[in-house]
């Protein structure tokens, strides 16, 4: 079973630029999770998708971030305008149920660098 | 009072030695309990998971979840170089209605010497 699919997987910006992530989940998972991993801290939920609708988006700073799941498949987060506090290694999860209760996968991650 | 906190670390064991990693957690409602390990540079790995009281066993590691105290623990016996990691606490925790949102303690380094 393929696992978690992310891209890119390093990007390096300037600050004010705008970027882009890609997110794949495990086929047939119906739960979708984007978190930002802070150098040092856990893992912190930015949004959950439960198919393609929003179950959870309290922590994303919706000034600058915004998150689309199309066709309750692929996802993607988007950061514009970057600042520099936005360095972080950004993770999308799936889970197979809905409501979040069970064991959510992770994908290898994508290291953002905001200079 | 943070919602999942783990013993500060960083822990150091000698190998084949137990390995004793601490979480408590603020939400009496919270049903779900996983540990996951994370290698330097490398994305989270679920090793265990737990969601009732008592102790859960797997290979070398077991899980521990004592609800009433809030409070669940990873034991890693016969501790390997190759155990040598951060290991996240992370609860589902009520989010409103009934959703839930897991949440992540910061994390405890573990080194196991060779």
């Known amino acids: 079973e393929a696992g978690v699919a992310q891209s890119p997987r390093y990007k390096i910006i300037e600050k004010r630029q705008s970027v882009a992530f890609w997110c794949n989940p495990i086929?047939?998972?119906?739960?979708l999770y984007w978190y930002q991993q802070i150098l040092g801290q856990g893992p912190k939920l930015l949004i959950q998708?439960?198919?393609?609708?929003?179950?959870?988006d309290s922590q994303l700073p919706k000034d600058r971030f915004s998150a689309e799941r199309l066709k309750g498949v692929d996802s993607t987060l988007k950061i514009q305008p970057a600042k520099l506090e936005d360095s972080a290694v950004y993770l999308c999860?799936?889970?197979?149920?809905?409501?979040?209760?069970?064991?959510?996968?992770f994908g290898p991650g994508t290291r953002l660098t905001v200079l | 009072q943070k919602e999942v906190e783990q013993n500060s670390g960083p822990l150091s064991v000698p190998e084949g030695a137990i390995a004793s990693l601490n979480c408590t957690y603020s939400?009496?409602?919270?049903?779900?309990f996983f540990w996951y390990r994370q290698y330097s540079g490398k994305s989270p790995e679920l090793i265990m998971s737990?969601?009732?009281?008592g102790d859960k066993e797997d290979g070398r590691f077991t899980a521990q979840l004592n609800k009433a105290s809030q409070y669940v623990s990873l034991l890693i016996r016969d501790s390997q170089p190759s155990d040598s990691a951060t290991y996240l606490c992370?609860?589902?925790?009520?989010?409103?209605?009934?959703?839930?949102?897991?949440?992540f303690g910061k994390g405890t380094l573990l080194t196991v010497n060779p």
């Open positions: 086929s047939g998972h119906a739960t």
């Open positions: 737990i969601y009732s009281n």
């Open positions: 998708f439960q198919n393609n609708g929003v179950v959870d």
């Open positions: 939400d009496r409602g919270s049903q779900s």
């Open positions: 999860a799936s889970s197979l149920l809905l409501a979040g209760l069970d064991t959510q996968y």
């Open positions: 992370a609860v589902n925790l009520r989010s409103g209605g009934s959703n839930y949102k897991l949440t």
